[in-house]
């Protein structure tokens, strides 16, 4: 298949059992038929086919957009896929609202093709696929660890690269410039399923590094960037560093700021991990342009440091 045609090994054996596969004038459904050298092969591909994902009009605050992709600054507490406890209000169902008859499709449905993912409760940059080639080349750009994303992080503690404690951690270092990097494998948790667990025998590989942008004391506002992107990463390899994200519920534990410290009572009350997706960057899959994109910390994690400070 010429590659501008952007179809997947799936999709392929799709349209053959579908019978849009003509060998020669003749309907072949069978993905193993053997086909002669000088054999005309001709693929039907139709247009995309409706989803039943819904549209809905939610408000987007869209960054970038062209006819092949669209980059969003997602908003806190919105979900990014429909899934079970959460089959609407997602931002898939905006960006079918958004796109509208700009999606090509996706794998041959009219949809958008989400090639990476944030927490619900995380804010921040993400870029979905309008076109089957765009999703190929993100894709593809992913899996080759290719792709910069950096995040802001808000922390208890702050991670001191000189401190033995932090250097003693397993799978910790401390490369130049002040960063702490993280490696291990990432797994489910054995007894939490819905949790990710820090492991050096089974899971997938998994490398954070992360630099103190400031410090605010008892805390500290930290740029983490992925070398992967696993599930809940950086907010695992955090904690497992002793230095657990503000307002994280899940793996950021029962440690609190003293209650002398400036902003301890907001740190308390805050609703969400303080971790924002703040720097996104790749080429683009089509023009091969290099594109980088910026999103301003939210004002809930504006205030947080204000309070911080004191």
Request: hydrophobic fraction near 40%.
């Amino acid at each position: 298949m010429p590659e501008a045609a952007a179809l997947s090994r799936s999709r392929l054996a799709r349209l053959i059992a579908d019978g849009a596969v003509r060998v020669d004038g003749a309907v072949v459904t069978d993905g193993k038929a053997a086909v002669e050298e000088g054999a005309e092969v001709t693929v039907a591909v139709g247009p995309p086919e409706e989803t039943h994902l819904s549209a809905q009009a939610i408000a987007l605050d869209v960054v970038y957009e062209d006819a092949d992709l669209i980059v969003v600054n997602k908003p806190a507490g919105m979900v990014v896929h429909p899934a079970p406890g959460s089959p609407d209000g997602t931002l898939v169902n905006a960006l079918m609202h958004h796109c509208g008859d700009s999606l090509s499709g996706i794998g041959g449905e009219r949809r958008p093709g989400i090639v990476h993912r944030i927490d619900k409760d995380t804010s921040g940059l993400l870029v979905a696929a309008k076109s089957d080639r765009a999703h190929h080349g993100l894709a593809d750009q992913f899996a080759a660890h290719c792709v910069e994303r950096h995040y802001a992080a808000i922390c208890h503690g702050v991670p001191e690269v000189g401190d033995p404690r932090l250097r003693g951690v397993r799978g910790v270092s401390v490369e130049p410039g002040g960063i702490v990097k993280v490696q291990s494998l990432l797994g489910r948790h054995r007894t939490d399923r819905q949790r990710q667990a820090v492991s050096f025998d089974q899971g997938r590989h998994a490398v954070t590094r992360a630099q103190v942008v400031e410090d605010l004391g008892a805390a500290a506002l930290l740029d983490c960037w992925l070398e992967t992107g696993r599930t809940h990463q950086i907010r695992v390899h955090l904690a497992h560093a002793g230095h657990g994200l503000i307002g994280d519920p899940v793996y950021g534990g029962r440690r609190r700021l003293p209650a002398a410290h400036p902003g301890a009572a907001e740190a308390e009350a805050f609703p969400r991990q303080a971790l924002h997706a703040a720097t996104l960057g790749f080429d683009h899959p089509v023009t091969a342009e290099a594109l980088r994109f910026e999103a301003p910390l939210p004002e809930d994690l504006r205030a947080l440091i204000a309070a911080l400070r004191g």
